[in-house]
């Protein structure tokens, strides 16, 4: 029998592309994170034990009884077209006007950003993304090829200037940019918002430079205060593709998502779709469809918000009264995560195995940007514990980043290192 001296004798047969596909360093901390006693600041898991399990079921168990020959066949790769019409009533709240032939149901968000990514992107195309960005996004940009490009946010959102001055030189480069994508509303990982100014300038300055925009929009509903935000796509219909997904206003294991494109492009990511999946799972498009059509869906959205709005004060709160000085965070309006700055010399990504053994668990910030950096960065997320836990869990992680400091004070900075590749991530960071 051969013998390879690699641990993957495939290795020479695979696409170039897949040299993008490397694991996430920290997925390992998660099989460990998930103990009972360990109090998990790490995944955005949305609580959908809040959702009235029992109603839920019972609308279930009747569409499986009354159509199940419909709810279990296969489907169209558009997606269902009354569910589509019930999509653009979701977006309506948001201030979209659209057309159901235009909107692609998907599995996810996540999905679609694979199928748009598919469809423009070749390999050595530009992608911008904000920094930090979605791990989920990074990911499926590096799966294509694309070099990601990174510019700055702040507690404003994504600095238009810095966008501007990206491209200016991305030009003089002669570098394709393909678009840029964004989570301007209670953005993952960071937790800030896009300011109502400076989406008008985000969409001038992609205007003038003939860029497209893929919106993200998976936290929309969910801001604690007001009424939604308007979003990007409803003031430039041509050159914004919006992404949005039931998973955090009703239950992420349903996997429905969608995009809402210009037509044309609306027909590609059709195709697209075929070629992947032939089609979303009937099943799971019924069962949403359904739920927007049966069940009181903005008074249970409002249940959300209020429910995520108290583990955020919690959060807040905790990190007010027990974090050492010279730690920073952000304070979101909305949305699931807090992004937590470390002082000078503290490297959360070789942090997080201390924190482990002191039970308490988060995302190192290196795993959201494209280029190595974020090591004095963490995402905390409040979405899934109860505030109490959330308490306990600051209380443990202040006691670990101060016993980081004596360290530092010590012995001296900290030692980081690049990263190797875009971590894939797992649903424990999603």
Same mark, same amino acid.
């Given at each position: 029998m051969e013998k390879h001296s690699r641990t993957d004798a495939y290795t020479d047969r695979y696409a170039a592309r897949a040299a993008g596909m490397v694991p996430s360093e920290i997925r390992a901390l998660f099989a460990m994170a998930s103990r009972p006693e360990v109090v998990s =600041?790490?995944?955005?898991?949305?609580?959908?034990?809040? =959702?009235? +399990?029992? /109603?839920?079921?019972?609308? %279930?168990?009747? =569409?499986?009884?009354? *159509?199940g020959a419909d709810v279990l066949q296969y489907g169209s790769a558009q997606g269902d077209e009354r569910l589509r019409e019930h999509i653009c009533e !979701?977006?309506? +709240?948001?201030? @979209?006007?659209?057309?159901?032939?235009?909107?692609?149901?998907?599995?996810?968000a996540q999905q679609a950003l694979d199928l748009i990514t598919k469809i423009f992107v070749d390999p050595g195309d530009v992608v911008l993304a904000e920094a930090p960005s979605y791990v989920g996004a990074l990911g499926t940009f590096a799966a294509y090829q694309a070099d990601v490009v990174h510019v700055p946010l702040d507690e404003g959102g994504l600095v238009p200037g810095v966008l501007r001055e990206t491209l200016a030189r991305l030009r003089r480069e002669g570098r394709t940019v393909k678009f840029l994508y964004t989570v301007p509303t209670f953005q993952n990982p960071a937790g800030v918002t896009l300011t109502t100014a400076r989406r008008a300038q985000i969409l001038e300055i992609c205007a003038e430079y003939d860029v497209l925009v893929v919106e993200d929009n998976p936290y929309g509903l969910l801001g604690f205060d007001g009424e939604p935000m308007r979003a990007l796509r409803a003031d430039d219909s041509e050159r914004v593709i919006y992404l949005g997904s039931f998973s955090k206003t009703i239950a992420s294991g349903l996997r429905v998502g969608w995009v809402l494109a210009p037509h044309a492009v609306r027909? *590609? &990511? !059709?195709?697209?779709?075929?070629?992947? %999946? +032939?089609?979303?799972?009937?099943?799971?498009?019924? /069962?949403?469809?359904?739920? &927007? /059509?049966t069940q009181p869906w903005r008074e249970q959205i409002k249940n959300f918000r209020e429910l995520y709005r108290v583990r955020r004060d919690a959060m807040l709160e905790a990190l007010d009264q027990l974090m050492p000085d010279g730690c920073t965070w952000t304070r979101p309006r909305g949305g699931f995560f807090v992004w937590l700055t470390l002082p000078e010399g503290l490297d959360a990504k070789a942090m997080a195995?201390?924190? @482990?053994?002191?039970? !308490?668990?988060?995302?190192?910030?290196?795993?959201?940007?494209?280029?190595?950096?974020?090591?004095?960065?963490?995402?905390?997320?409040?979405?899934?514990?109860e505030p109490h836990r959330i308490r306990e869990g600051i209380r443990r992680l202040a006691a670990v980043v101060e016993d980081e400091i004596r360290?530092?004070?010590?012995?001296?900075?900290?030692?980081?290192?690049?990263?190797?590749?875009v971590q894939a991530p797992g649903p424990d960071v999603v």
């Open positions: =600041l790490a995944g955005g898991m949305p609580y959908v034990s809040a =959702l009235p +399990l029992d /109603a839920v079921g019972d609308m %279930i168990g009747d =569409l499986v009884a009354g *159509k !979701v977006m309506s +709240l948001e201030g @979209i006007q659209a057309s159901a032939d235009d909107v692609v149901v998907t599995v996810g027909a *590609k &990511l !059709v195709l697209a779709a075929e070629s992947a %999946i +032939l089609c979303p799972s009937n099943f799971a498009q019924l /069962a949403v469809r359904e739920y &927007l /059509a195995p201390r924190a @482990i053994a002191e039970r !308490v668990a988060y995302v190192p910030g290196t795993g959201f940007y494209a280029d190595g950096n974020g090591h004095r960065h963490m995402r905390l997320s409040y979405c899934f514990p360290l530092r004070d010590t012995f001296g900075g900290a030692v980081t290192g690049g990263s190797t590749g």
